[in-house]
């Protein structure tokens, strides 16, 4: 089949490079990017300039896969190319979008005759290789016309349970698990790196790659993080010495907190992850300074200013 393909990056284009080198489907590739573009055409993509142009290229009915970041990029493209395509195409929704803008898209496009899929797509930059787990929402029978790219993109069937994409339901659907599947990662990510710092400050000089390794070999705590972590302490250095401690969300794991508060259900574990993610960014510092004040305040405890943290010890 025919798939147009909108959004280049680093997920994306290692999608249209799967697509292009694993099956017969032809892949026509748009982005901003002339670089990324050509870079895809490489691979095998036809490129093109313009999303009108990527749509005069398919022939219905039509599928066009958007791999942009969230929010405005990608609603600015979803309404576009509802303008382009006609009653029987598909858009597909592949990044990270909030369930709730699904709905909102799906419901629109609907009245167009426009069929809308959201795709949570985890694999990162390893997916070219071992293929992505995809978890997808949206009208059932866009999603059998869709199949036979999903396949291509997941990884091999390794059990009863199949392949590595599933079907959970309309809009929304896919993205609401995919939420949730990142704040869990936010979770598993937290505590990695706060046994990780224990060892670190361990009077023992333990090399924590070594331990990672053995970790991966029959633990309990072994998994493809842990597998990553390995790989980190191996080219960034036993103390990552280089890399600074700021640490970005791409916001599934305040959703997922945000979405879990309104059903009353306690997330301890990822809301301590995300609040570890913003002071990440010293975006505790006032807190933690108020906190010196008040402790010298009520019982005289010392206080160091910035002056004498810098003198040498």
Same mark, same amino acid.
């Given at each position: 089949?025919?798939?147009?393909?909108? @959004?280049? $990056?680093k997920m994306g284009g290692n999608m249209v490079h799967?697509?292009?080198?694993?099956?017969?489907?032809?892949?026509?590739a748009f982005d901003l990017s002339a670089d990324a573009?050509?870079?895809?055409?490489?691979?095998?993509?036809?490129?093109?300039?313009?999303?009108?142009?990527?749509?005069?290229?398919?022939?219905?009915?039509?599928?066009?896969?958007?791999?942009?970041?969230?929010?405005?990029?990608?609603? +600015?493209?979803?309404?576009?190319?509802?303008?382009?395509?006609? #009653?029987?195409?598909?858009?597909?929704?592949?990044?990270?979008?909030?369930?709730?803008?699904?709905?909102?898209?799906?419901?629109?496009?609907?009245?167009?005759?426009?069929?809308?899929?959201?795709?949570?797509?985890?694999?990162? !930059?390893?997916?070219?290789?071992? $293929?992505?787990?995809?978890?997808?929402?949206?009208?059932?029978?866009?999603?059998? +016309?869709?199949?036979?790219?999903?396949?291509?993109?997941?990884?091999?069937?390794?059990?009863?349970?199949?392949?590595?994409?599933?079907?959970?339901? #309309?809009? @929304?659907?896919?993205?609401?698990?995919?939420?949730?599947?990142?704040?869990?990662?936010?979770?598993?990510?937290?505590?990695?790196?706060?046994?990780?710092?224990?060892? *670190?400050?361990?009077?023992? *000089?333990?090399?924590?790659?070594? !331990?990672?390794?053995?970790?991966?070999?029959?633990?309990?705590?072994?998994?493809?993080?842990?597998?990553?972590?390995?790989?980190?302490?191996?080219?960034?250095?036993?103390?990552?010495?280089?890399?600074?401690?700021?640490?970005?969300?791409?916001?599934e794991g305040r959703w997922t907190i945000e979405d879990?508060?309104?059903?009353?259900?306690?997330? #301890?574990?990822?809301?301590?992850?995300?609040?570890? +993610?913003?002071?990440?960014?010293?975006?505790?510092?006032?807190?933690?300074?108020?906190?010196?004040?008040?402790?010298?305040?009520?019982?005289?405890?010392?206080?160091?200013?910035?002056?004498?943290?810098?003198? #040498?010890?």
């Amino acid at each position: 089949m025919q798939l147009g393909f909108v @959004g280049l $990056g680093k997920m994306g284009g290692n999608m249209v490079h799967r697509i292009s080198r694993d099956s017969d489907h032809e892949v026509v590739a748009f982005d901003l990017s002339a670089d990324a573009v050509k870079q895809a055409e490489g691979y095998g993509a036809k490129a093109v300039g313009s999303l009108d142009e990527l749509v005069t290229e398919l022939e219905a009915p039509r599928a066009v896969w958007i791999m942009v970041p969230a929010g405005e990029a990608t609603q +600015r493209t979803v309404d576009e190319l509802g303008e382009l395509l006609d #009653p029987g195409d598909t858009i597909v929704d592949g990044g990270n979008s909030k369930w709730t803008d699904d709905t909102q898209r799906a419901e629109a496009l609907a009245k167009r005759g426009i069929d809308y899929l959201d795709v949570g797509t985890s694999g990162g !930059v390893w997916g070219i290789d071992v $293929g992505y787990c995809m978890m997808v929402g949206g009208a059932e029978e866009a999603v059998g +016309r869709l199949s036979s790219v999903l396949d291509v993109l997941a990884p091999a069937a390794s059990d009863e349970h199949g392949s590595g994409w599933a079907y959970f339901g #309309p809009a @929304g659907a896919g993205h609401y698990v995919k939420m949730v599947h990142n704040g869990i990662e936010y979770g598993l990510m937290q505590a990695y790196a706060e046994g990780f710092d224990v060892l *670190d400050k361990s009077e023992f *000089d333990i090399d924590k790659a070594k !331990v990672a390794h053995l970790w991966m070999q029959g633990s309990v705590v072994r998994s493809w993080l842990c597998e990553l972590a390995a790989r980190a302490f191996e080219v960034e250095g036993n103390g990552l010495a280089q890399l600074d401690a700021y640490t970005a969300d791409s916001g599934e794991g305040r959703w997922t907190i945000e979405d879990a508060m309104d059903k009353d259900v306690p997330t #301890p574990v990822m809301t301590a992850a995300l609040n570890a +993610r913003l002071y990440s960014r010293q975006n505790g510092e006032f807190t933690h300074k108020m906190l010196s004040a008040l402790r010298n305040q009520f019982g005289g405890h010392e206080m160091k200013s910035r002056a004498e943290q810098a003198l #040498p010890s």
